[in-house]
T-cell receptor
Framework: NAGVMQNPRHLVRRRGQEARLRCSPV?????VYWYRQLPEEGLKFMVY????????ESGMPKERFSAEFPKEGPSILRIQQVVRGDSAAYFC??????????????FGAGSRLTVL | DAKTTQPPSMDCAEGRAANLPCNHS???????VYWYRQIHSQGPQYIIH???NNETNEMASLIITEDRKSSTLILPHATLRDTAVYYC??????????????FGKGTSLLVTP
Protein backbone atom coordinates (compact mmCIF):
# COMPACT_ATOMS: atom_id res chain seq x y z
CA ASN A 1 0.00 0.00 0.00
CA ALA A 2 2.74 2.41 -0.97
CA GLY A 3 1.88 6.09 -1.14
CA VAL A 4 3.33 8.56 -3.60
CA MET A 5 7.01 7.83 -4.07
CA GLN A 6 9.36 10.60 -5.04
CA ASN A 7 13.04 10.35 -5.81
CA PRO A 8 15.59 11.51 -5.32
CA ARG A 9 14.74 12.99 -1.93
CA HIS A 10 17.67 15.35 -2.19
CA LEU A 11 19.42 16.51 -5.33
CA VAL A 12 22.35 18.89 -5.67
CA ARG A 13 23.13 20.44 -9.02
CA ARG A 14 25.49 23.13 -10.24
CA ARG A 15 24.16 26.04 -12.26
CA GLY A 16 23.56 25.02 -15.86
CA GLN A 17 23.04 21.32 -15.16
CA GLU A 18 19.81 19.41 -15.57
CA ALA A 19 17.62 18.12 -12.78
CA ARG A 20 15.20 15.22 -13.16
CA LEU A 21 12.68 14.50 -10.45
CA ARG A 22 10.61 11.34 -10.49
CA CYS A 23 7.20 10.58 -9.05
CA SER A 24 5.37 7.28 -8.84
CA PRO A 25 1.71 7.86 -7.93
CA VAL A 26 -0.38 5.75 -5.63
CA UNK A 27 -1.22 2.49 -7.38
CA UNK A 28 -4.36 2.99 -9.41
CA UNK A 29 -4.14 6.80 -9.47
CA UNK A 30 -3.99 8.24 -12.97
CA UNK A 31 -3.83 11.94 -12.07
CA VAL A 32 -0.51 13.53 -11.10
CA TYR A 33 0.20 17.06 -9.90
CA TRP A 34 3.49 18.84 -9.33
CA TYR A 35 3.92 21.64 -6.81
CA ARG A 36 6.89 23.80 -5.92
CA GLN A 37 7.65 25.29 -2.52
CA LEU A 38 10.33 27.93 -2.42
CA PRO A 39 12.09 28.46 0.92
CA GLU A 40 9.78 30.08 3.47
CA GLU A 41 6.94 30.29 0.94
CA GLY A 42 3.72 28.45 0.21
CA LEU A 43 3.01 25.62 -2.19
CA LYS A 44 2.47 26.68 -5.77
CA PHE A 45 0.73 24.51 -8.36
CA MET A 46 2.85 23.84 -11.42
CA VAL A 47 1.28 21.20 -13.65
CA TYR A 48 -1.47 18.60 -13.81
CA UNK A 49 -1.03 15.46 -15.91
CA UNK A 50 -2.93 12.36 -16.75
CA UNK A 51 -1.32 9.37 -18.43
CA UNK A 52 0.43 10.61 -21.59
CA UNK A 53 -1.30 14.01 -21.43
CA UNK A 54 -0.53 17.39 -19.92
CA UNK A 55 -3.91 18.78 -18.88
CA UNK A 56 -2.95 22.07 -17.23
CA GLU A 57 0.54 23.59 -17.10
CA SER A 58 -0.57 27.09 -16.17
CA GLY A 59 1.76 27.18 -13.17
CA MET A 60 4.83 25.95 -14.97
CA PRO A 61 7.57 28.45 -15.85
CA LYS A 62 7.59 28.93 -19.61
CA GLU A 63 11.24 28.08 -20.08
CA ARG A 64 13.50 25.27 -18.88
CA PHE A 65 10.73 23.31 -17.13
CA SER A 66 8.89 20.34 -18.59
CA ALA A 67 6.84 17.45 -17.26
CA GLU A 68 5.68 14.11 -18.57
CA PHE A 69 3.66 11.16 -17.36
CA PRO A 70 4.27 8.30 -19.79
CA LYS A 71 2.05 5.29 -20.27
CA GLU A 72 4.57 3.21 -18.36
CA GLY A 73 6.76 4.45 -15.56
CA PRO A 74 6.84 7.42 -13.25
CA SER A 75 6.03 11.04 -13.92
CA ILE A 76 9.13 13.15 -14.56
CA LEU A 77 9.66 16.83 -13.82
CA ARG A 78 12.66 18.07 -15.77
CA ILE A 79 14.47 21.32 -15.17
CA GLN A 80 17.09 22.25 -17.72
CA GLN A 81 19.98 24.65 -17.12
CA VAL A 82 19.14 25.07 -13.45
CA VAL A 83 19.67 28.40 -11.72
CA ARG A 84 19.95 29.19 -8.01
CA GLY A 85 16.33 30.36 -7.97
CA ASP A 86 15.22 26.81 -8.81
CA SER A 87 16.35 25.67 -5.35
CA ALA A 88 13.14 24.50 -3.72
CA ALA A 89 11.15 21.52 -2.55
CA TYR A 90 9.17 19.89 -5.34
CA PHE A 91 6.14 17.89 -4.29
CA CYS A 92 4.20 15.44 -6.36
CA UNK A 93 0.62 14.42 -5.61
CA UNK A 94 -1.78 11.92 -7.09
CA UNK A 95 -5.54 11.81 -6.81
CA UNK A 96 -8.62 9.73 -6.99
CA UNK A 97 -12.24 10.78 -6.96
CA UNK A 98 -13.96 10.01 -3.66
CA UNK A 99 -17.60 10.15 -4.64
CA UNK A 100 -19.82 13.05 -5.73
CA UNK A 101 -16.92 14.90 -7.32
CA UNK A 102 -14.88 15.46 -4.19
CA UNK A 103 -11.29 14.50 -4.36
CA UNK A 104 -8.32 13.84 -2.13
CA UNK A 105 -4.73 14.51 -3.10
CA UNK A 106 -2.04 12.26 -1.68
CA PHE A 107 1.33 13.96 -1.55
CA GLY A 108 4.79 12.51 -1.63
CA ALA A 109 7.57 13.46 0.75
CA GLY A 110 9.09 15.80 -1.80
CA SER A 111 12.36 16.22 -3.63
CA ARG A 112 14.64 18.97 -2.39
CA LEU A 113 16.73 20.55 -5.10
CA THR A 114 19.74 22.63 -4.19
CA VAL A 115 21.50 24.54 -6.94
CA LEU A 116 25.05 25.60 -6.17
CA ASP B 1 -11.95 29.06 -6.58
CA ALA B 2 -13.36 30.89 -3.57
CA LYS B 3 -10.87 32.87 -1.53
CA THR B 4 -10.27 31.80 2.06
CA THR B 5 -9.09 33.79 5.05
CA GLN B 6 -7.29 32.18 7.98
CA PRO B 7 -5.46 33.64 10.98
CA PRO B 8 -1.71 33.48 10.37
CA SER B 9 -0.93 31.74 13.66
CA MET B 10 -2.50 30.13 16.70
CA ASP B 11 -1.34 28.47 19.89
CA CYS B 12 -2.91 25.54 21.67
CA ALA B 13 -2.00 23.68 24.85
CA GLU B 14 -1.32 19.99 24.52
CA GLY B 15 -4.39 17.90 25.29
CA ARG B 16 -6.79 20.74 24.62
CA ALA B 17 -8.99 21.13 21.56
CA ALA B 18 -7.57 23.20 18.73
CA ASN B 19 -10.21 25.16 16.84
CA LEU B 20 -8.95 26.58 13.54
CA PRO B 21 -11.31 29.02 11.79
CA CYS B 22 -11.62 29.71 8.09
CA ASN B 23 -13.71 32.32 6.31
CA HIS B 24 -14.91 31.63 2.77
CA SER B 25 -17.71 34.13 2.28
CA UNK B 26 -17.68 33.85 -1.54
CA UNK B 27 -18.07 30.08 -1.64
CA UNK B 28 -20.29 28.71 -4.40
CA UNK B 29 -22.92 26.05 -3.99
CA UNK B 30 -20.85 23.25 -5.52
CA UNK B 31 -17.55 24.08 -3.84
CA UNK B 32 -16.09 21.79 -1.23
CA VAL B 33 -14.12 22.84 1.83
CA TYR B 34 -10.86 20.89 2.24
CA TRP B 35 -8.35 20.95 5.07
CA TYR B 36 -4.76 19.87 4.68
CA ARG B 37 -1.75 20.33 6.90
CA GLN B 38 1.97 20.43 6.35
CA ILE B 39 4.27 19.41 9.13
CA HIS B 40 7.67 21.04 8.78
CA SER B 41 9.55 19.85 5.67
CA GLN B 42 7.03 17.10 4.93
CA GLY B 43 4.50 16.75 2.13
CA PRO B 44 1.01 18.10 2.79
CA GLN B 45 -1.39 15.70 4.43
CA TYR B 46 -5.12 15.49 3.81
CA ILE B 47 -7.24 15.91 6.93
CA ILE B 48 -10.91 16.20 6.04
CA HIS B 49 -13.36 17.72 3.59
CA UNK B 50 -17.04 18.64 3.46
CA UNK B 51 -19.71 20.25 1.34
CA UNK B 52 -22.63 21.23 3.59
CA ASN B 53 -22.79 18.89 6.53
CA ASN B 54 -20.45 18.63 9.46
CA GLU B 55 -17.93 15.84 9.07
CA THR B 56 -15.82 13.80 11.46
CA ASN B 57 -13.06 11.29 10.94
CA GLU B 58 -10.27 9.80 13.02
CA MET B 59 -8.18 12.95 12.73
CA ALA B 60 -10.57 15.84 13.13
CA SER B 61 -14.03 17.33 12.87
CA LEU B 62 -15.17 19.90 10.36
CA ILE B 63 -17.96 22.28 11.29
CA ILE B 64 -19.48 24.24 8.41
CA THR B 65 -21.89 27.08 9.17
CA GLU B 66 -25.37 26.87 7.75
CA ASP B 67 -24.71 29.66 5.25
CA ARG B 68 -21.41 27.92 4.35
CA LYS B 69 -19.50 31.17 4.61
CA SER B 70 -17.14 29.89 7.26
CA SER B 71 -15.92 26.66 8.80
CA THR B 72 -13.90 25.43 11.75
CA LEU B 73 -11.48 22.54 11.90
CA ILE B 74 -11.40 20.93 15.32
CA LEU B 75 -8.54 18.76 16.56
CA PRO B 76 -10.17 17.36 19.70
CA HIS B 77 -7.04 16.58 21.72
CA ALA B 78 -4.05 18.35 20.24
CA THR B 79 -0.63 16.74 20.61
CA LEU B 80 2.83 18.15 19.97
CA ARG B 81 2.85 16.27 16.67
CA ASP B 82 -0.08 18.39 15.49
CA THR B 83 2.20 21.42 15.25
CA ALA B 84 1.96 22.28 11.55
CA VAL B 85 0.63 24.75 9.01
CA TYR B 86 -3.06 24.11 8.37
CA TYR B 87 -4.59 25.02 5.04
CA CYS B 88 -8.28 25.63 4.38
CA UNK B 89 -9.00 25.31 0.66
CA UNK B 90 -12.24 25.77 -1.22
CA UNK B 91 -12.68 24.43 -4.72
CA UNK B 92 -15.32 23.01 -7.09
CA UNK B 93 -15.56 19.28 -7.85
CA UNK B 94 -13.52 19.52 -11.04
CA UNK B 95 -11.96 22.15 -13.26
CA UNK B 96 -9.44 22.49 -16.06
CA UNK B 97 -6.73 21.92 -13.50
CA UNK B 98 -8.37 18.71 -12.39
CA UNK B 99 -8.50 18.60 -8.66
CA UNK B 100 -5.48 20.82 -8.11
CA UNK B 101 -5.56 22.73 -4.85
CA UNK B 102 -4.51 26.33 -4.40
CA PHE B 103 -2.68 26.59 -1.11
CA GLY B 104 -2.75 29.96 0.60
CA LYS B 105 -0.67 30.95 3.60
CA GLY B 106 -2.62 28.82 6.08
CA THR B 107 -2.56 28.96 9.87
CA SER B 108 0.61 28.01 11.68
CA LEU B 109 -0.55 26.04 14.73
CA LEU B 110 1.87 25.66 17.62
CA VAL B 111 0.95 23.07 20.22
CA THR B 112 2.76 23.71 23.49
CA PRO B 113 3.46 21.34 26.38
Amino acid sequence: NAGVMQNPRHLVRRRGQEARLRCSPVKGHSHVYWYRQLPEEGLKFMVYLQKENIIDESGMPKERFSAEFPKEGPSILRIQQVVRGDSAAYFCASSVVVGAGANVLTFGAGSRLTVL
Amino acid sequence: DAKTTQPPSMDCAEGRAANLPCNHSTISGNEYVYWYRQIHSQGPQYIIHGLKNNETNEMASLIITEDRKSSTLILPHATLRDTAVYYCIVRPPYSNSGYALNFGKGTSLLVTP
